[in-house]
């Protein structure tokens, strides 16, 4: 038994249109598509300049709190510290409402410095640091009520910035 072959027309696709829609579907996408910046952490450094910053006058053992970081351990003056303290720390060391002689003698002068292990985490020296600021944050509240008599978050940037001028965070690390 003989089969024939039935000649049937060939369908082609033309793959240069294929490729231009394709080529416009991905354009598309990138220019309706929203790209997710970092989150960097905002830190004020010093001026760039080549020799390294020259403190004219000596720190006074007052002024200064040590805090080490140790993987999950936090030394504050050599003494462990829980990680949740810390804001209160701070507060209690920059402000120093009690006029102690463990704390810093004038908020402007307080100074903070921060020594890392090198099995320390990054996510540890961020929460770290994080602290740190909500200590300042706290001391910023508190004085922003007594000098201009208003609530932090009321104060326009004018007065936020002579606050931080006032009462700078002086963070120092090894």
């Given at each position: 038994m003989g089969f024939r072959r039935l000649h049937r027309p060939e369908s082609k696709i033309?793959?240069?249109?294929?490729?231009?829609?394709?080529?416009?579907l991905l354009i598309f996408f990138l220019v309706?598509?929203?790209?997710?910046?970092?989150?960097?952490?905002?830190?004020?450094?010093?001026?760039n300049n080549n020799e390294a910053t020259v403190i004219s006058?000596?720190?006074?053992?007052?002024?200064?709190?040590?805090?080490?970081?140790?993987?999950?351990?936090?030394l504050i003056k050599n003494q462990q510290m829980p990680w949740d303290s810390i804001p209160s720390i701070i507060e209690s060391f920059v402000a120093n409402p009690t006029k102690s002689n463990q704390n810093a003698e004038n908020s402007n002068k307080a100074l903070i410095t921060i020594t890392a292990t090198d099995k320390t985490p990054y996510q540890q020296y961020i929460r770290l640091y994080d602290s740190l600021r909500s200590g300042y944050i706290r001391v910023y509240v508190v004085k922003s009520l007594e000098i201009f008599n208003q609530s932090y978050s009321a104060l326009p940037s004018a007065l936020k910035d002579s606050l931080y001028k006032q009462i700078p965070m002086r963070v120092a690390e090894e």
């Open positions: 033309n793959a240069g249109t294929m490729a231009d829609i394709g080529f416009l309706t598509s929203s790209m997710q910046s970092r989150k960097n952490i905002p830190i004020n450094l010093p001026p006058e000596p720190i006074d053992e007052r002024n200064l709190l040590e805090i080490k970081l140790d993987n999950d351990i936090v």
